[in-house]
């Protein structure tokens, strides 16, 4: 059996059978360059009171680090505890893994900031 090429046989068929083309070129060449990627809108609003109050906290803790670091770190790890806990309950649909595991990681790593700072006074 043999095939031919069907780059100079414009009405894309072999051998008198009629082939469809199913590939756009430009869409795999955008795919395959990158230059089309998949993006990830979060449903929360930025200016929501629990994500200032996150931010707020997270900067009073770099200004407190001169003067006390176990509230800095206190105030910074608990940000990031509010921080996460709101975008945990807002995981936009497609990305609930990737943003479980993120999000996830600042909790836990806040949660821990918090645990060291209350231990350690």
């Given at each position: 059996?043999?095939?031919?090429?069907?780059?100079?046989?414009?009405?894309?068929?072999?051998?008198?059978?009629?082939?469809?083309?199913?590939?756009?070129?430009?869409?795999?060449?955008?795919?395959?360059?990158?230059?089309?990627?998949?993006?990830?809108?979060?449903?929360?609003?930025?200016f929501s009171a629990p994500l200032l109050a996150a931010a707020a906290l997270m900067a009073?803790?770099?200004?407190?680090?001169?003067?006390?670091?176990?509230?800095?770190?206190?105030?910074?790890?608990?940000?990031?505890?509010?921080?996460?806990?709101?975008?945990?309950?807002?995981?936009?649909?497609?990305?609930?893994?990737?943003?479980?595991?993120?999000?996830?990681?600042?909790?836990?790593?806040?949660?821990?900031?918090?645990?060291?700072?209350?231990?350690?006074?």
């Amino acid at each position: 059996m043999s095939c031919t090429s069907t780059r100079n046989n414009p009405s894309g068929s072999i051998n008198g059978i009629r082939i469809q083309r199913s590939i756009n070129y430009k869409e795999s060449f955008k795919y395959s360059q990158g230059l089309e990627t998949q993006s990830m809108i979060l449903s929360i609003p930025l200016f929501s009171a629990p994500l200032l109050a996150a931010a707020a906290l997270m900067a009073i803790g770099l200004l407190l680090y001169p003067v006390s670091a176990r509230l800095a770190v206190a105030g910074i790890g608990a940000g990031s505890v509010i921080m996460g806990i709101v975008v945990l309950a807002g995981l936009p649909e497609g990305f609930e893994m990737q943003a479980a595991v993120l999000f996830g990681i600042a909790v836990v790593v806040g949660g821990w900031m918090v645990f060291i700072a209350a231990r350690n006074g």
